[in-house]
């Protein structure tokens, strides 16, 4: 659903969900990374750099220093480019936008749900996870980064401030662009396992004056409401993707195996990747099951979380939106729609009550 949705956009929307039906129904894999370097575990999605990764014959053992080493993985099945919602076609002087991502980042798909909800054209440049040269240009080497030109072109960093500047903008007209993403100022931080990491203050909120705040927050409780989770959704639900894919042995080699088949491997390079690559984040998630303290069948934790949210929302709500959904709806929705075709997924539309809300953001 989509205030003043047209149709290129509605076309899309629906062809989205017929496809993800389509891989539900044929048993088909979308690809699978690990998100332990995802902001659900310190910033955006990235890719640590790798000793050696200019030898031709160190290739096979790359892959298998990402997997191992909790990165990108070996998703060089995203090396092409996804489907594009070309800028040009945009009126002079309007916001021009392009989104550096992977494909299966949960955060990425965030900023999808997000700019595809409000019909916004824009062009994919799907980032090679292990040498990352489509972001060369940039010193910060996480996704996703989103560029944007509303009379000046500009860079902006973290899903949510993307969301919450965008947004803003849109609202808004009263500051630039470039004035309004001044007001969510980079700061470093240091994790409890003392790691230094780049945060954002005020991302989850929309830089609004009084009259604004009023005509999209009729009440305090809904901004409120709808800043929770969106936290929420970026502090706990990311946490449950990877140990959930990777649950078992079966579930890791199936999701490797679609990456093999539909990535640029050789023989032998596939090989290697496939069983090297799921054995390795079956292990990784093991990991991570402990230190987010997941009960012993992770299922239950995507299970309760998800059921927390459907009753967040409530039974006489559509939405958290109310009968459209919200920045919350579309943060869930984003993070909750990158596990379409797996086992984690058709597991969570039968053990949950979640599907009639899903269905509905589909729609």
């Known amino acids: 659903p989509s205030p003043g949705a047209h149709p290129r956009r509605a076309g899309k929307m629906a062809a989205a969900a017929a496809a993800g039906r389509a891989w539900r129904a044929a048993g088909l894999l979308p ?23 200019r030898r031709n014959g160190g290739r096979l053992l790359l892959g298998a220093a990402f997997a191992l080493g909790g990165g990108a993985g070996l998703f060089l099945a995203a090396r092409q480019r996804l489907r594009e919602h070309s800028a040009a076609e945009l009126p002079a002087g309007s916001l021009q936008l392009t989104l550096y991502q992977y494909k299966t980042c949960p955060f990425c798909s965030k900023v999808r749900a997000f700019l595809d909800y409000h019909g916004l054209p824009y062009e994919i440049v799907e980032v090679n ?55 969510y100022p980079p700061m470093k931080t240091v994790t409890e396992q003392g790691k230094e990491v780049l945060e954002y ?26 800043m929770k989770w969106r936290k929420w959704a970026d502090d706990w639900l990311v946490h449950l993707i990877s140990p959930n894919v990777y649950r078992t042995p079966r579930e890791a080699l199936a999701s490797f195996d679609y990456i093999v088949r539909e990535g640029k491997f050789g023989t032998l390079e596939g090989l290697f990747a496939k069983y090297m690559g ?46 459209q959904p919200n920045l919350a709806d579309l943060a869930v929705y984003g993070v909750l729609r990158v596990m379409e075709g797996l086992e984690a997924f058709d597991d969570m539309m039968v053990h949950t009550k979640v599907q009639p809300w899903y269905q509905r953001m589909e729609e």
């Not at 996704?143 to 860079?155: D, E, F, K, T």
């Not at 005020?202 to 901004?223: A, I, S």
């Open 129 to 183: 996870p292990i040498m990352r040269k489509e972001i060369k240009f940039s010193s910060y080497r996480k996704v996703p980064i989103l560029l944007a030109n509303a009379g000046s072109p500009l860079q902006l960093n973290d899903s949510s401030v993307i969301i919450s500047a965008i947004k803003t903008y849109l609202i808004s007209k009263r500051n630039s662009l470039e004035e309004i993403v001044s007001f």
């Open 31 to 53: 690809p699978w990374r690990l998100w332990a370097p995802c902001r659900a575990y310190g910033a955006a999605a990235a890719a640590p750099p790798v000793p050696g990764a």
């Open 201 to 226: 203050g005020n991302k989850y909120w929309l830089m609004l004056d009084e009259k604004e705040t009023k005509r999209v927050y009729p009440v305090k409780e809904v901004r409120v409401e709808e």
């Open 278 to 323: 799921a054995l390795a984040m079956f292990f990784i998630s093991k990991r991570l099951k402990k230190r987010h303290h997941l009960q012993d069948n992770v299922r239950e934790d995507l299970y309760e979380a998800v059921d927390k949210w459907v009753k967040a929302v409530g039974k006489h709500r559509l939405f958290m939106g109310g009968n």
